[in-house]
């Protein structure tokens, strides 16, 4: 593995990565609205399926350190089950069936989540490159980015939500192809074993904070991350101007995860994630006191432009915290995160439904993020910058 560039180890991390999340994750989002137009699939029964699949999330994590598996095994395995589980929705209409692949797609998400962020910066830490680093981590934002702009082609096509569907899946087993031999063989026995040495998490302050607050995101973000679409479909009917939220929200996520290498760096990581949770709250709440696609668009930039970079904060975090334990930590707070995720969506859209709006879940979203902000700046260093 030493023999592969550090580059092509960066592109493979953040390949994996566009996968699980990009697809795995959020093509669900930007595909909503056809599916409510061409499936009658309503608001409430949209967030049962985004809920199943960050059900799957939250039960990958707690697996992932009993998985007995290489590293790049784990992923390359992931990749291929998001593949056939999202080009499968594509070939039927069964709701139960949906949920089911949606669930499979969410437990290789997450295994993704753990097992490639870990196999990218172990891989690199010899080129000491923070930049290298980013670019593994701008795979969410670049694969999100690439997942609103296919939908948004689609759209002005006027495809349906299953083609739509089987052109993702299909995208999925391409990438994954792509990236195979650099992933395989590259796993260790020595990394693996590790893990099975693992005991658990030394519960200390600081990482039942880290847990807390990285669930406080999960919750806080997932409601304008399922719905955004959604969201701006409900202001301006054309495609192709409502089109747009979910690419914005994607190029946000992959400039800021970028641009969080260099520019982070000076300032201490506890103040950093708490200005970024104030940051997506203000994001969260905005379209609740402002209608148009200039509020939704704000909301895009400022959640989008965050959450990828408290994903970054929290891993460093963990590290510091937990040191050879960090797998289990950041399992732990994976599973917070994916449990916040599973509240969002049901709970916005039995409101919606009620005739509510979303208004009720952004504010409930929006004051969770402020409290764990203040709890993130107690916790930081006297004189921290």
Known sequence: MSQIPALRIAFAGMAALAVAMGIGRFAFTPILPMMQDDAGLTVASGGYLASANYLG???????ATRLRVRDDAAVLGSMLLIGIATLLMGFTGDYFVWLLLRLVAGIANAWIAIFAFSWALDRLASARSPLLNSLSFAGVGAGTMVAGLVCLALMRLGASSAQAWMAFGLLALAVTAAVWTTYAGGGTVRAAAARSQIRGIPWSRDARLLVFCFGAAGFGYIIPATFLPAMA?????????????????????????????TALSRFAPRRVWMTCHLVMAFGVVIPVFSTGMAAIVTAALCVGGTFMVITLLSIQEARAVAGTQVIPLTAAMTAAFALGQILGPVAAGLLVDAGLGFAGGLLVAGAVLAFSAALLWRSSPAGAA
Do not use: E, H, K
């Open 233 to 261: 479909r409900a202001v301006i009917q054309d495609p192709a101007v409502f089109g747009w939220a979910w690419p914005v929200f994607g190029l946000a996520a992959m400039l800021s995860t970028l641009l969080a290498a």
């Open 57 to 63: 999330y939250f039960v990958g994590s707690l697996l």
